[in-house]
């Protein structure tokens, strides 16, 4: 846009304008005498003068020359230091709507991360979508009002800075680094759709997890002191497919008769933490496991649960699974091995003010170490790890499993090679 001036000791008004090269998209300032003598007069003259500038330049009206001159605006800007990063975010914003049509998608650090984690709701399941919420919640409120700043405005020593905050708070590395993780794939996908042009998670280091504890497998003795302590069948049954198929304690509550087929002796399903993949596992009846079952009440409903009781309850919560089956390693004598205890941490980033609990207390051992001991007891009795993989899941595959009749043989002839508790 043409500025106008009057030179010391005339009553002339001058006028100053860039005017682009469109060879070179470089621009050029160009001095004329607009020849008035009012500011208004000097200032229509000065609009005209420019437009005849540009139009003998060539920059006309296609989308190449508007998006020339808005750069020329910047450039003059810049000339002026006037020019910031909200100032160029809009000249930025008026190129794309020229060139698209569109406006440019502008985001915060809180609106994207949040608009993230509602995607990734939709496409993972339960347990790993929490985690995503869990993580974003986490990474917003200790921004506090820094979260409302652009995307772009994050950078690597702000991440590193989380990260040494939860961990102050108590949580483990391991802990740590997944929030690390799932924060740093929100600003993968913002890359992926060019928001931001670099991913500060991406350059940051995993800290080394001394400090985590490893879940400890129960002994057959303790997994019998558990059956025997369970306060309900449907519980007893619970607790004996964890120890013969390694099933997450999700996924056995949900356990539907559909999945269950005693004719072949086997439970095939696609476990919860796998299903978007559609990796499915396949997993022979033990002998005791199969007698439990036949004596089991069974539906002829095949989306009916095996264990109603556990179906509705929540793994997690003051009232979840996973709480009630430490009550039952309680009741049988079961010790819940080495624990970690959480630390107090501030509320927010720099305020140490109020103290609140962070973390949670970890135990060694709990339902998950069913898991654990079900693989412990196949590698003990020399189940080849292949096979060990295949029934809990663990394999690089990311298709849907088919099984020949003669796996299935080979499977079960490893389960039976694991001892019972009777």
């Known amino acids: 846009m043409a500025s106008i001036y009057q030179r010391k000791g005339s009553q002339i008004w001058q006028c100053s304008f860039y005017v682009p090269d469109t060879q070179t998209g470089t621009s050029r300032q160009v001095r004329k005498s607009t ?9 229509a003259a000065a609009e005209r003068l420019e437009q005849e500038a540009r139009k003998q330049a060539g920059a006309g009206e296609d989308k190449s020359q508007r998006i020339l001159a808005v750069l020329v605006k910047a450039g003059e800007e810049a000339n002026r230091e006037t020019l910031n990063a909200a100032r160029a975010r809009a000249f930025l914003s008026e190129i794309v709507r020229i060139s698209t ?3 440019l998608p502008t985001f915060t650090v809180k609106s994207w991360l949040e608009e993230w984690q509602r995607r990734k709701a939709s496409v993972t399941v339960g347990p790993t979508a929490a985690r995503y919420k869990a993580s974003v919640k986490a990474f917003v409120t200790w921004l506090g009002e820094r979260a409302k700043k652009p995307l772009e405005s994050v950078t690597i020593t702000d991440i590193r800075a989380f990260r040494d905050h939860m961990q102050a708070g108590g949580r483990t ?21 060019g928001l931001i042009t670099y991913n500060p ?19 057959r003795d303790e997994v019998m002191k558990l059956s025997r302590a369970a306060t309900s069948p449907d519980w007893r049954g619970a607790i004996l497919v964890g120890a013969f198929t390694g099933l997450r304690l999700a996924d056995i509550a949900k356990l539907k008769w559909g999945a269950v087929d005693l004719s072949v002796g086997a439970i095939r399903l696609i476990p919860a933490k796998t299903k ?10 033990h002998g005791e496991l199969k007698a439990f079952f036949e004596d ?10 095996v264990f109603p009781s556990l179906a509705k309850v929540s793994v997690s919560g003051q009232k979840g699974l996973s709480l009630t089956f430490a009550a039952i390693m309680d009741l049988a004598g079961v010790s819940r091995g080495e624990t970690r205890k959480a630390q ?23 339902f998950h170490s069913l898991r654990h001991t ?4 196949l590698a003990n009795v020399d189940v080849a790890e292949e096979l060990r993989m295949k029934m809990t899941g663990h394999t690089d595959s990311g298709v849907h499993q088919i099984y020949s009749h003669h796996e299935v043989e080979t499977l079960a002839r490893a389960i039976d090679k694991v001892p019972g508790l009777i």
Do not use: M
């Open 35 to 43: 020849d008035c003598l009012t500011r208004k007069d000097a200032k």
């Open 374 to 377: 079900f693989t412990s007891w």
């Open 173 to 193: 590395a391991r802990t740590c680094n997944h929030y690390v993780k799932d924060i740093g794939s929100g600003f993968r996908s913002a890359l992926r759709e």
């Open 201 to 219: 998670v991406s350059s940051l280091e995993a800290l080394p997890t001394d400090d985590s504890i490893d879940r400890q497998p129960f002994t």
């Open 344 to 366: 107090g941490t501030p509320d927010k980033a720099g305020s140490a003010s109020k103290k609140i609990s962070a973390g949670r207390t970890v135990h060694a051992r709990g």
């Open 101 to 103: 049509g569109e406006d």
């Open 276 to 285: 978007r993949k559609k990796r499915e596992v396949l997993i022979p009846l």
């Open 296 to 305: 089991h009440p069974i539906s002829d409903d095949p989306n009916a649960p």
